[in-house]
């Protein structure tokens, strides 16, 4: 037996303003039945997984222990100033001078998120 992830579950003090913001990051749309201050939204993205947004009281207080990792499909530094125009903050430069490694962002709530390689780069790992 094995369990399958059905979604990642972010907490937010915005569930719907964040999942619009994923949604411009993703270039899904939020489920057709969310709408602004619903406690609860979703982005299905095309492999089945669900960003799950859950509106809670507290703002985030420290950095987070599981965050998503993105492979661009263009090249890392494009994605970069890409979703820094969706409204992400530049957090941390673990990019090295042979190309590889990663940017670390935060979306519009403080979760940090790593832009990796884009595809267009030759990614492998990193």
């Given at each position: 037996m094995v369990s399958v992830v059905q979604n990642v579950a972010i907490d937010c003090t915005d569930a719907y303003?964040?999942?619009?913001?994923?949604?411009?990051?993703?270039g899904r749309d939020p489920h057709p039945e969310d709408r602004p201050g619903d406690p609860e939204a979703r982005v299905p993205l095309a492999d089945g997984l669900?960003?799950?947004f859950n509106?809670?009281?507290?703002?985030?207080?420290?950095?987070?222990?599981i965050h998503l990792c993105l492979r661009p499909d263009t090249s890392r530094d494009r994605e970069v100033d890409r979703l820094l125009g969706l409204g992400?903050?530049?957090v941390a430069d673990h990019r090295n001078p042979d190309g590889s490694g990663?940017?670390?962002l935060a979306d519009p709530e403080g979760n940090?998120?790593?832009v990796l390689r884009g595809g267009a780069e030759g990614a492998t790992t990193s």
């Amino acid at each position: 037996m094995v369990s399958v992830v059905q979604n990642v579950a972010i907490d937010c003090t915005d569930a719907y303003g964040l999942a619009r913001f994923w949604s411009g990051v993703t270039g899904r749309d939020p489920h057709p039945e969310d709408r602004p201050g619903d406690p609860e939204a979703r982005v299905p993205l095309a492999d089945g997984l669900v960003l799950h947004f859950n509106q809670v009281p507290e703002p985030k207080q420290v950095k987070n222990r599981i965050h998503l990792c993105l492979r661009p499909d263009t090249s890392r530094d494009r994605e970069v100033d890409r979703l820094l125009g969706l409204g992400a903050t530049f957090v941390a430069d673990h990019r090295n001078p042979d190309g590889s490694g990663w940017a670390v962002l935060a979306d519009p709530e403080g979760n940090e998120f790593c832009v990796l390689r884009g595809g267009a780069e030759g990614a492998t790992t990193s």
